[in-house]
């Protein structure tokens, strides 16, 4: 399937439109998952000093 509203671009062209309009989208969501494991980690060591 062609992206016509693209026009004709070369495949390297293609990879980096791709790469540019969902790769903010998938660094946010690494950043996401990796702030809420650390809160998780937090979360529980604090639990442990209060026993």
Not at 28 to 40: D, K, M, N, P, S
Request: net charge negative; hydrophobic share 50%.
């Amino acid at each position: 399937m062609i992206p016509l509203h693209l026009g004709a671009l070369h495949p390297v062209e293609q990879i980096a439109t791709i790469v540019l309009a969902f790769g903010p989208f998938v660094v946010l969501g690494i950043v996401i998952a990796v702030r809420r494991r650390a809160e998780g980690d937090d979360e529980l060591d604090g639990a442990d000093d209060r026993e």
